[in-house]
């Protein structure tokens, strides 16, 4: 630890600790532009110049590292006059548009220039001028005029998301920012620019011209766009002769644990659709063959009688359901609910073309996203997340520059093979006998055991006296000192974190994998072994979880036991049927006689699946479809029933990530006043059935979910706070039985590592 003093006070602060961080954790202000403190200093803007004790000339702050005794001043003559002069300087061609600046109101730059910049310019000549604006891509705006060269973009595409598709072009004085001749800005994370850009010469082309900042209400919530669990804010205004609330912007609320202060362009910009005009806004029933408005009340009452004739007529094993994995805890517990206790069926399902799903074994050790960064080995087994969970990329590749090895296993190169990795190329139906040759090398070198004395025994030799014999690395298409390599770090090294595809719709042979997963996670003995499973959809492990399957109950518990069934008996206080159910395809196109009655959740299989005639076909055919859904879809079309739902930001409830987090989905925004919330209709479907769904809300859900499903136990909305937990934290929660505040932090839950 070193001891220093800024500005008369004393703070202690760790060796390496640059004076700004210092600065910061007395609450001691120093103006910064170019610095960004989770990317590498470089000094570029000069505003951050102090005066140190002993040093001839003033020097930048955020470059200068703390040393024992230094005596920093922060406030001196001529530091306040070196601040004017900088900023004196930027403004120099910086071009007064503060009055239309999407930045204004939250610029760095303008407010420096309050607090530290001159109150007069001495510049009289003509400001320097570009074309405006450059479209870099689909959604970002470059404005060169106000840029300061504080290469905080370029240095985020480098540093953070690795690609090179913003730079820097020219060079001395004519420098600029932009992209090469005929790119365009395509990197995944564009949109984190507009956030680190510090005088608005990077703006969204969705926010363009929309909103002040003071206008806007954030609301703090969860992105659904992929299983990652993002923090989110939805800013919202109030606008129009109407007062309709809509979406301004999404912008990224830092959650250490999970997206840090990051947010992909998928999470970012795709949120539009929930301000469209085109969303449905009433109910629709068909009569004499044409869809026409009801009142909710008449919808239920038509779908309800129809429903209750098939029932009579076929029986519970022609009703089924189909749910969109993204919708939350609540809905998907309530849904699976109503076909099981007021339709008696099993026929209920989260995926168009799923067969039975292989789920990760309950010994596995669940792994979080903080673990990736404390493991010294993460595995990736036919996993890109770059494409299906962006920001857990990231935080792979940060996890990489720190030092820990990928050992990428798959048949795509993946852009994470270029970080620290081992690429282990074979096709997925080869990734078993991988596996099992990689258990067999690593028990053979631990003879059987895997303690932490011959952990610390074995080494690199040994992983090179392997690699001579591995002759089966050359029969499987690997590189043989790569298999080597792979197996040294597997067994040496701990702890380590296996990221795999979890195939969600059964198209693969899911069982083989996980013998094989499990043969290498024992190999490694009680060197800890971490696991995630990497899912799709935003709520895809809830879905999991609660028993969105035909074949599990909530809790991932099967059909036949009795002793589960009784437990969900004494809960419910209905009987549960035993009889399994079948997948949504085979309920519709199986072998066994088709369903008669259909409920489609949010979900749309027609357009979901243009190419697939027999589907849309058998969809046409049902005595009875329900869909339930934000806009007229082409399976709406074939509806004879019709409910409006809620987005996203209309919706109270939680969703479980892809590390078990269970996180809080706010309401940003009132739905129109005459769609009523997903979680009530379907209570209003299962009530109209005969059923006697009476929750008041949906924490009354989420609390009966905690009766039903382990997991979840402990759960509730202020326990969950901000930020979220994870089930390791909420079963650290129940044995601590402490009281939880609102604000509690996640994170304190015991690790892998």
Same mark, same amino acid.
């Not at 301000?275 to 009142?295: D, F």
């Not at 996890?399 to 081992?422: F, P, S, T, W």
């Not at 040496?492 to 996980?514: A, F, N």
């Given at each position: $630890?070193?001891?220093?003093?800024?500005?008369?006070?004393?703070?202690?602060?760790?060796?390496?600790?640059?004076?700004?961080?210092?600065?910061?954790?007395?609450?001691?202000?120093?103006?910064?532009?170019?610095?960004? /403190?989770?990317?590498?200093?470089?000094?570029?803007?000069?505003?951050?110049?102090?005066?140190?004790?002993? $040093?001839?000339?003033?020097?930048?702050?955020?470059?200068?590292?703390?040393?024992?005794?230094?005596?920093?001043?922060?406030?001196?003559?001529?530091?306040?006059?070196?601040?004017?002069?900088?900023?004196?300087?930027?403004?120099?061609?910086?071009?007064?548009?503060?009055?239309?600046?999407?930045?204004?109101?939250?610029?760095?730059?303008? @407010?420096?220039?309050?607090?530290?910049?001159?109150?007069?310019?001495?510049?009289?000549?003509?400001?320097?001028?570009?074309?405006?604006?450059?479209?870099?891509?689909?959604?970002?705006?470059?404005?060169?005029?106000?840029?300061?060269?504080?290469?905080?973009?370029?240095?985020?595409?480098? /540093?953070?998301?690795? %690609?090179?598709?913003?730079?820097?072009?020219?060079?001395?004085?004519?420098?600029?920012?932009?992209?090469?001749?005929?790119?365009?800005? @395509?990197?995944?994370?564009?949109?984190?620019?507009?956030?680190?850009?510090?005088?608005?010469?990077?703006?969204?082309?969705?926010?363009?011209?929309?909103?002040?900042?003071?206008?806007?209400?954030?609301?703090?919530?969860?992105? &659904?766009?992929?299983?990652?669990?993002?923090?989110?804010?939805?800013?919202?205004? &109030?606008?129009?002769?109407?007062?309709?609330?809509?979406?301004?912007?999404?912008?990224?609320?830092?959650? /250490?644990?999970?997206?840090?202060?990051?947010?992909?362009?998928?999470?970012?910009?795709?949120?539009?659709?929930?301000?469209?005009?085109?969303?449905?806004?009433?109910? *629709?029933?068909?009569?004499?063959?044409?869809?026409?408005?009801?009142?909710?009340?008449?919808?239920?009452?038509?779908?309800?009688?129809?429903?209750?004739? *098939?029932?009579?007529?076929?029986?519970?094993?022609?009703?089924?359901?189909?749910?969109?994995?993204?919708?939350?805890?609540?809905?998907?517990?309530?849904?699976?609910?109503?076909?099981?206790?007021?339709?008696? &069926?099993?026929?209920?399902?989260?995926?168009? +073309?799923?067969?039975?799903?292989?789920?990760?074994?309950?010994?596995?050790?669940?792994?979080?996203?903080?673990?990736?960064?404390?493991?010294?080995?993460?595995?990736?087994?036919?996993? +890109?997340?770059?494409?299906?969970?962006?920001? *857990? @990329?990231?935080?792979?590749?940060?996890?990489?520059?720190?030092?820990?090895? #990928?050992?990428?296993?798959?048949?795509?190169?993946?852009? *994470?093979?270029?970080?620290?990795?081992?690429?282990?190329?074979?096709?997925?139906?080869?990734?078993?006998?991988?596996?099992?040759?990689?258990?067999?090398?690593?028990?053979?070198?631990?003879?059987?055991?895997?303690?932490?004395?011959?952990?610390?025994?074995?080494?690199?030799?040994?992983?090179?006296?392997?690699?001579?014999?591995?002759?089966?690395?050359?029969?499987?298409?690997?590189?043989?000192?790569?298999?080597?390599?792979?197996?040294?770090?597997?067994?040496?090294?701990?702890?380590?974190?296996?990221?795999?595809?979890? %195939?969600?719709?059964?198209?693969?042979?899911?069982?083989?994998?996980? /013998?094989? $997963?499990?043969?290498?996670?024992?190999?490694?003995?009680?060197?800890?072994?971490?696991?995630?499973?990497?899912?799709?959809?935003?709520?895809?492990?809830?879905?999991?979880?609660?028993?969105?399957?035909?074949?599990?109950?909530?809790?991932?518990?099967?059909?036949?036991?009795?002793?589960?069934?009784?437990?969900?008996?004494?809960?419910?206080?209905?009987?549960?049927?035993?009889?399994?159910?079948?997948?949504?395809?085979?309920?519709?196109?199986?072998?066994?006689?088709?369903?008669?009655?259909?409920?489609?959740?949010?979900?749309?299989?027609?357009?979901?699946?243009?190419?697939?005639?027999?589907?849309?076909?058998?969809?046409?055919?049902?005595?009875?479809?329900?869909?339930?859904?934000?806009?007229?879809?082409?399976?709406?079309?074939?509806?004879?029933?019709?409910?409006?739902?809620?987005?996203?930001?209309?919706?109270?409830?939680?969703?479980?990530?892809?590390?078990?987090?269970?996180?809080?989905?706010?309401?940003?925004?009132?739905?129109?006043?005459?769609?009523?919330?997903?979680?009530?209709?379907?209570?209003?479907?299962?009530?109209?059935?005969?059923?006697?769904?009476?929750?008041?809300?949906?924490?009354?859900?989420?609390?009966?979910?905690?009766?039903?499903?382990?997991?979840?136990?402990?759960?509730?909305?202020?326990? #969950?706070?901000?930020?979220?937990?994870?089930?390791?934290?909420?079963?650290?929660?129940?044995?601590?039985?402490?009281?939880?505040?609102?604000?509690?932090?996640?994170?304190?839950?015991?690790?892998?590592?």
């Amino acid at each position: $630890m070193v001891t220093l003093t800024i500005d008369g006070r004393s703070v202690t602060v760790p060796r390496g600790t640059l004076v700004v961080e210092a600065a910061r954790q007395l609450g001691i202000e120093i103006p910064i532009f170019c610095y960004y /403190e989770r990317m590498v200093p470089v000094g570029a803007c000069r505003m951050c110049l102090v005066e140190i004790e002993k $040093m001839p000339r003033l020097q930048t702050a955020c470059t200068t590292p703390v040393a024992d005794g230094m005596v920093v001043n922060t406030g001196t003559p001529a530091v306040v006059q070196a601040r004017k002069a900088i900023l004196e300087f930027l403004l120099i061609n910086h071009p007064l548009d503060c009055p239309i600046c999407d930045k204004g109101g939250e610029c760095p730059l303008q @407010d420096n220039t309050f607090k530290y910049g001159p109150a007069v310019s001495n510049y009289a000549d003509v400001k320097r001028h570009f074309v405006k604006p450059i479209r870099l891509s689909k959604y970002i705006v470059l404005d060169r005029e106000r840029c300061i060269m504080c290469t905080r973009c370029v240095r985020f595409c480098r /540093e953070i998301a690795g %690609d090179e598709s913003l730079t820097f072009v020219n060079r001395g004085t004519w420098s600029e920012v932009g992209v090469l001749q005929g790119r365009v800005f @395509d990197s995944p994370f564009s949109g984190n620019t507009i956030d680190l850009c510090v005088v608005g010469a990077l703006t969204s082309a969705l926010y363009r011209f929309r909103s002040r900042p003071w206008d806007l209400c954030p609301t703090p919530s969860v992105c &659904t766009r992929c299983s990652v669990g993002c923090n989110v804010n939805y800013d919202m205004r &109030t606008e129009g002769v109407l007062r309709k609330q809509a979406i301004q912007r999404v912008s990224p609320r830092t959650n /250490e644990d999970v997206n840090e202060p990051w947010l992909c362009d998928r999470g970012r910009f795709e949120y539009n659709f929930v301000n469209s005009p085109e969303r449905l806004t009433t109910p *629709l029933v068909r009569r004499n063959g044409k869809l026409v408005p009801a009142t909710l009340a008449e919808a239920l009452t038509e779908l309800g009688q129809r429903w209750r004739e *098939l029932h009579e007529t076929y029986g519970s094993m022609a009703s089924g359901g189909l749910a969109a994995p993204n919708r939350s805890n609540e809905e998907l517990y309530l849904f699976q609910k109503l076909f099981r206790v007021v339709l008696g &069926t099993n026929n209920v399902d989260h995926r168009l +073309d799923g067969a039975a799903v292989t789920l990760p074994l309950a010994s596995w050790t669940q792994a979080s996203i903080a673990d990736l960064e404390r493991a010294t080995c993460v595995v990736l087994i036919d996993a +890109d997340p770059l494409v299906e969970q962006p920001v *857990l @990329d990231l935080r792979l590749k940060k996890a990489a520059r720190r030092g820990v090895r #990928l050992i990428v296993i798959g048949q795509r190169e993946i852009d *994470l093979v270029d970080y620290n990795a081992l690429w282990l190329n074979v096709g997925r139906g080869r990734i078993p006998d991988l596996l099992r040759q990689l258990a067999a090398e690593i028990s053979i070198g631990s003879n059987g055991t895997n303690n932490n004395s011959e952990v610390g025994m074995r080494n690199a030799e040994l992983g090179a006296r392997r690699g001579a014999s591995l002759q089966w690395a050359q029969r499987l298409g690997v590189r043989s000192e790569f298999a080597a390599e792979a197996v040294h770090l597997l067994g040496v090294t701990e702890p380590v974190v296996v990221l795999y595809r979890l %195939d969600i719709e059964g198209k693969q042979d899911g069982d083989e994998l996980r /013998e094989s $997963m499990q043969e290498l996670i024992a190999a490694r003995g009680e060197s800890p072994t971490g696991v995630m499973g990497l899912v799709p959809d935003a709520n895809s492990w809830g879905a999991l979880e609660l028993g969105v399957l035909p074949d599990l109950l909530p809790g991932r518990r099967g059909l036949q036991d009795f002793a589960i069934r009784a437990e969900l008996m004494q809960l419910w206080r209905e009987s549960v049927p035993a009889e399994p159910g079948r997948s949504f395809r085979q309920m519709l196109c199986g072998p066994q006689p088709p369903v008669r009655a259909v409920y489609v959740l949010h979900r749309d299989p027609v357009g979901e699946r243009p190419y697939d005639p027999e589907l849309r076909r058998a969809i046409h055919d049902l005595d009875l479809l329900v869909v339930q859904d934000l806009f007229f879809t082409p399976t709406a079309e074939l509806a004879h029933v019709v409910l409006p739902g809620v987005s996203f930001a209309e919706l109270e409830g939680t969703l479980t990530s892809v590390e078990h987090r269970v996180q809080r989905l706010r309401r940003a925004m009132e739905s129109p006043a005459e769609i009523t919330e997903d979680w009530r209709q379907i209570c209003a479907v299962a009530r109209e059935l005969g059923g006697s769904f009476r929750y008041e809300s949906p924490e009354e859900v989420l609390a009966e979910i905690g009766q039903a499903v382990e997991g979840y136990a402990g759960a509730s909305y202020v326990a #969950l706070g901000e930020l979220g937990l994870t089930w390791r934290e909420l079963e650290e929660l129940r044995r601590s039985c402490a009281p939880v505040s609102e604000g509690r932090a996640a994170g304190d839950g015991e690790s892998v590592t």
